[in-house]
């Protein structure tokens, strides 16, 4: 049982460049949604999918785009990526029930010089 | 608005010390849910627990123990002997409604996170 799984791993990207983050959760979750850490901030929302179908910003949505494919994939572009975006993405998905806890892929490590 | 504070940025203990890490929230909602993540040094987040606000139950899982408490808005997380695999960043959450209804939770508030480092 696979979980959360984003690709890539490692990305470096050079300003003005862009690129997609890929997410697919094989555990049936209705939600999903995207976070980035930075060091000494935590994690932070960027986009959400409460459900299939929807999507919603989170509280740093600038920069970026979403993508709910279906109930498995999440996706998260960058269009014209900047080095304030350097930092580490994470999936995460969870069930409707209200007391599940959020399930997180391992992460992807995006550089932008 | 919402908000999750972990005032300890680093903590550093020698093997077999107990620790306390401590997490201070605000939200003006009446259920909510408390979350304590691990983050080892190979970055996965690991889920460790759940508190929602009608249970102030302490709850204790082998060397791990939480204190919830919401007199003071506090949620914090005690170490009992601890050992050096304890070493990582652990982090506080806070789940609330994603919808008026308060029919779906899923966006979790994270706290800066404790950075805790276990000597041997």
């Known amino acids: 049982n696979a979980g959360v799984t984003q690709t890539p791993k490692f990305q470096v990207l050079k300003t003005g460049q862009s690129m997609t983050l890929q997410c697919a959760q094989d555990m049936n979750h209705n939600s999903m949604y995207w976070y980035r850490q930075d060091p000494g901030m935590g994690l932070r929302l960027i986009y959400y999918?409460?459900?299939?179908?929807?999507?919603d910003k989170g509280e740093v949505p600038n920069g970026y785009n979403v993508s709910r494919l279906n109930k498995r994939e999440f996706s998260l572009r960058l269009e014209s990526a900047a080095p304030s975006q350097t930092s580490v993405y994470f999936c995460?998905?969870?069930?409707?029930?209200?007391?599940?806890?959020?399930?997180f892929g391992n992460g992807t490590r995006l550089t932008v010089t | 608005a919402q908000k999750v504070t972990q005032a300890q940025t680093e903590i550093s203990v020698v093997e077999k010390e107990d620790v306390t890490l401590d997490c201070v929230y605000e939200t003006r909602d009446t259920t909510y849910y408390l979350f304590w993540y691990k983050q080892p040094p190979s970055g996965e987040l690991v889920f460790l627990i759940r508190r929602n606000s009608f249970d102030e139950q302490n709850e204790i899982s082998g060397r791990y123990s939480w204190n919830f408490q919401k007199s003071t808005s506090s949620f914090n997380f005690t170490i009992t002997a601890s050992q050096v695999v304890d070493s990582a960043v652990y982090f506080c959450?806070?789940?609330?409604?994603?919808?008026?209804?308060?029919?779906?939770?899923?966006?979790?508030?994270f706290g800066q996170g404790t950075i805790l480092t276990v000597h041997p």
């Open positions: 999918s409460a459900s299939e179908g929807t999507t």
């Open positions: 959450a806070l789940s609330e409604p994603l919808n008026a209804g308060g029919t779906s939770y899923g966006k979790l508030t």
């Open positions: 995460a998905s969870k069930d409707r029930n209200r007391n599940s806890p959020l399930h």
